[in-house]
C-alpha cells in the first residue's frame, strides 16, 4: 500500500481557521487495487469476497434508536450503502456490505435482543 499521509495545512480544502474542515468521504473500488509489494507500507489483506458474521448485542432501545442502528449498518430501505473500514480507505480499499441474517428481540417490554450480521 502507498505511504498515507496527513493533509497537508496548506490545502485550503481540508482546513478552516486551522481546524479540520468536516468529514472526509471516501469512493469504493470497482475493481481490486494492486500495488508492487515493495510499494509504501506492507498491510495484511483479506481476499475479496469473505465473509464474516458478528453478533450485536443490544438493550433498551427505542424503535428510533433500533432503526438508526440498521441505518448505520447500511440497512436503510431506500438508500443501502456499503461501509468502509481500515486504513487503506483513501486508495479504495476497506469497503465491506452488511446483511442481517437474524434478528431476536423476545421482549418489548424490556427491548433486549441481539443481531446477527454478515459482512
Same mark, same amino acid.
Given at each position: 500500500?502507498?505511504? /498515507?499521509?496527513?493533509?497537508?495545512?496548506?490545502? =485550503?480544502?481540508?482546513?478552516?481557521?486551522?481546524? %479540520?474542515?468536516? +468529514?472526509?468521504?471516501?469512493?469504493?473500488?470497482?475493481? %481490486?487495487?494492486?500495488?508492487?509489494? =515493495?510499494?509504501?507500507?506492507?498491510?495484511? &489483506?483479506?481476499?475479496?469476497? =469473505?465473509?464474516?458474521?458478528?453478533?450485536? &448485542?443490544?438493550? &433498551?432501545?427505542?424503535?428510533?434508536?433500533?432503526?438508526?442502528?440498521?441505518? %448505520?449498518?447500511?440497512?436503510?430501505? &431506500?438508500?443501502?450503502?456499503?461501509?468502509?473500514?481500515?486504513?487503506?480507505?483513501?486508495? +479504495?480499499?476497506?469497503? /465491506?456490505?452488511?446483511?442481517?441474517?437474524?434478528?431476536?428481540?423476545? =421482549?418489548?417490554?424490556?427491548?433486549?435482543?441481539?443481531?446477527?450480521?454478515?459482512?
Amino acid at each position: 500500500m502507498p505511504s /498515507l499521509y496527513s493533509p497537508s495545512q496548506k490545502r =485550503s480544502g481540508y482546513y478552516k481557521k486551522e481546524k %479540520v474542515a468536516g +468529514r472526509k468521504f471516501y469512493y469504493h473500488a470497482k475493481e %481490486v487495487i494492486e500495488k508492487a509489494a =515493495s510499494q509504501g507500507i506492507p498491510i495484511q &489483506n483479506i481476499k475479496q469476497d =469473505s465473509i464474516f458474521t458478528t453478533k450485536i &448485542n443490544f438493550r &433498551n432501545l427505542s424503535k428510533a434508536e433500533l432503526g438508526t442502528l440498521f441505518t %448505520v449498518l447500511g440497512q436503510d430501505q &431506500n438508500h443501502h450503502f456499503a461501509l468502509k473500514i481500515g486504513g487503506g480507505k483513501p486508495i +479504495r480499499m476497506g469497503s /465491506l456490505i452488511t446483511e442481517i441474517i437474524e434478528i431476536d428481540c423476545p =421482549s418489548p417490554r424490556d427491548r433486549a435482543g441481539f443481531i446477527f450480521i454478515r459482512y
